[in-house]
């Protein structure tokens, strides 16, 4: 898509996007290109000689355990994050369309965790689950289950994953709630003269037609399940118990500012970043789906 | 609405309310905490009803420099880090995606390609690099140092470009015969006509602005730069004994608050910014 | 006021060319009428005296002045869009006043002349609302009032009633001409309507592919069209062409045989244009017969679309209002003579 007319200028539009260029410029793409380049070094602990050694640092994490856990729990934790949040906000979304008083107060309730800093999400929940103290915990006690997420590896898991998801259902509800709204009335209307009932006609409507937004969310859930999740990490679990809530970014984090492991540090990043460009380039096909029809 | 069933209405409301009641359930327990005072909250059961502390907890937090940076600095460094990474994010992105719409020029692909792949590099895939840049640039703890590296956004400059592609050819053309010039007909046609956009994007970027965590937790190492949110994860690991939740829980209020208040009162515009942005 | 000279104007895009050198000389205060099929290059042109697209190669003269490189502000013209083009986020008062604030003209002074050309317009009650709150109708006349307020020595329209319903189109065609003729300010008036082009114009310029087809006053044109095109574009219904050939003694149509002009000396295959209201109403000579398939009533006239043998098109025959012919009768057909028109079958240039 592009305007039929232009304006004819010499010098102003290069004016006019030389701040974002810069910006892309220096802080973009030549961090990127650093962390390209130092992916192929290996330095020493002290950081006084480096050397080039190609590939060594990624074949080294083909052959390390502990990233390759990282990777699968990373993949587990996206879709568990996604899943979550998507089913608990769908399911908020297909009540919400159903009544009309009060929906924007359920809205307005709703719409907080957004705003909610994750690593203010994950205090909440520590605070929550907190094994001594946690009002959550006191209530698990009395059903007889014993919560302690910093000896639990997959409580720890459960806990982050319930931060996570927690936050994003706003997001997911949102766009559900303005899918639905957009679904014609009088497709709603024929099929309940068909004789469908509402539970009927969500599972073949209403669900079918707002596939595209489901699908949408799954990509920019993983995407933030990936990237934006390391607040909540950071003040839940700290990676811990064991590594068992690692995920590749917090990783990336701790191996580079903790571990002081450049090299291996900037490979899990230059992954990382393949990682994000497919992700993008699924997101845009079906954008560009999206515009063309 | 398409068919009157009480019943059924009864059910969906009385769900919703128990649902929402859930979602909001941590930010209750916050509130309830932040207002008793520190013996209390070592007794278990946690009390699930506020307390009268609350005032007296706010004296002490804006009195005391115990819980790291004093509670006020921060809260001025998040405001300040907040609104200049909203502000100068809409800036660069609406006349950058003014240039590639409305010019014809050399490169224009090449830069709208090169704005395009920040969209693939999230500051945390780029943490180490970026954060030697900023080093060498003499940025640390400073507020240029916490804002200008998250500055540049691919999503923006796309959204500015979708509503600018809306507005007619024809009113460019005739604010030409009116005699306007490229800026002018900026100034006086393209913003007013994109300000849901901008009010939109702004509810969007002072979130995601306030919310930054990794970045300044990097780049800062003097108190006085610190935001209220990094400050959170500086109080739970204050010292070898229990956490001072009262105080920590308050501290949380205060750093949801701004960005909470904003997205309530925005609301509509908000919503409507956010899933139009799916287009 | 003023004049506008067009000399051999072309226009390409990149190496397609869409204006082939066009020369129209319009005189002080005329309005001309740039007619044409879409895509004929008939909007390109009026944005090319406009100063919205480049010219290529030619010039535009406005009085005497060459415009080619001046901005569009630079060249005394207004514009009157088809979709309008009011910013919409300001008031009426502020649409028509933007212009002249541009040129830093002192605010009691726009005020004066907003306030003259809305009392002009009827538009006066409309000043403080927004685009959005007005009808189409009102719309197109704060367009025109934008135009007029800048004292333009040039209106351009592109194409400005096509958004209207056809009721408020006839209102807004009289309007115009009316308004036109007051302030005596030349014109360029682009449509691809032809009844628009005929009612309004003081000289038509009937465009095809990016060329002049044929230039001159309305009934210069119907009467008299150079080629098939415009005989076929201007009147409506359309002209009938029927392909018949023409021997020494007679005209032969499909089999069928009819006198042949005394002063048609071409022989052989031509086609034979006929205007519907040209035949004998309820004629009973019987050198053409045909069968009624189709009756098409408008009140005033009855439109007979008749089938010839051998002819492959159906011939549109206009009769009087009250025409108690059926379809599937044999009617006769008797064109006027004196209203045949002929056109070679490879050029489509008119012989006679």
Known sequence: ?????????????????????????????????????????????????????????????????????????????????????????????????????????????????????????????????????????????MVGINWNHKLDSSQAMGLVILAAAWKQISYNFLFFVAAMHSIPK???????????????????????????????LLVVNIIYAFFDTFGIIHAVTAGGPGNSTEILVYKVFNDGFVGLDLGGSAAQSVILMFIVIGLTVVQFKYIERKVEY | MVENRPMTTFISHSVLIIGVALIVFPIWIMLVASSHDALRLTEVPLPLLPGDQFWENIKLLFSSKTFGAPIHLSLLNSLVMAMMISLGKISISVISAFAIVYFKFRFRMFFFWMIFVTLMLPVEVRILPTYEVVASLGMLDSYLGLSVPLIASATATFMFRQTFLTIPDELMEASRIDGASPMRFFFDVVIPMSRTNIAALFVILFIYGWNQYLWPLLITTDPDMYTVVMSIKQMLESG???????????????AMLPPVLVVIFMQKIFVKGLTDSEK | MSTINMQQLKKSYEDTQVIHGINIDIIDGEFIVLVGPSGCGKSTLLRMVAGLESISDG???????????LEPKDRGIAMVFQNYALYPHMTVYENMAYGLKLMKMPKAEIAQRVQEVAELLQIEQFLQRRPSNLSGGQR???????????????????????????KLRVQMRMQIKTLQRNLGVTTLYVTHDQVEAMTMADRLVVLKDGIAAQIGTPMEIYDDPHDQFVAGFIGSPAMNFIDCTITDAQIDIGGQKMPRPAEVTQRGAVVLGIRPEHFANEADKTDLQGQVEMIEKIGASVFLYVKCDNVAELIVIQREGHSQVQIGESVSIDPNPNKLYFFDKNTQQRLY
Not at chain 1, 202 to 213: A, G, K, M, V
């Open chain 1, 1 to 141: 898509m592009q305007k039929r007319v232009h304006y004819n200028s010499s010098y102003l539009p290069y004016l006019l996007v030389a701040p974002q260029i810069i910006i892309t410029l220096v802080f973009f793409i030549w961090p990127a290109m650093q962390a390209l380049y130092q992916s192929f070094l290996l330095e020493d602990a002290f950081g006084l000689s480096s050397e080039f050694v190609w590939f060594d640092n990624f074949v080294e994490l083909y052959d390390n355990p502990r990233y390759l856990d990282s990777f699968v729990r990373t993949a587990f934790f996206s879709f568990a994050v996604a899943g979550l949040s998507m089913g608990v906000a769908l399911f908020f979304a297909a009540l919400a369309d159903r009544v009309v008083k009060g929906a924007q107060g359920y809205r307005t309730l709703l719409i907080i965790p957004y705003a909610v800093a994750p690593v203010l999400a994950g205090t909440l929940w520590l605070f929550l689950f907190n094994p001594t103290l946690g009002i959550m915990t006191y209530f698990l006690d």
């Open chain 1, 186 to 216: 009088s497709l709603i209307e024929a099929a309940a003269i068909d004789g469908a009932g509402p539970a009927h006609r969500f599972r073949t409507i209403i669900f079918p037609l707002i596939s595209p937004t489901t699908f949408f």
């Open chain 2, 240 to 254: 070898e004994s229990e956490p001072m939740w009262h105080m920590i829980m308050l501290t949380a209020l205060f």
């Open chain 3, 59 to 69: 010039e535009v003269r406005i009085d005497d002045v060459v415009v080619n490189k």
């Open chain 3, 140 to 166: 197109q006349r704060v367009a025109m009032g934008r135009a007029i307020v800048r004292k333009p020595k040039v209106f351009l329209f592109d194409e400005p009633l096509s958004n209207l319903d056809a």
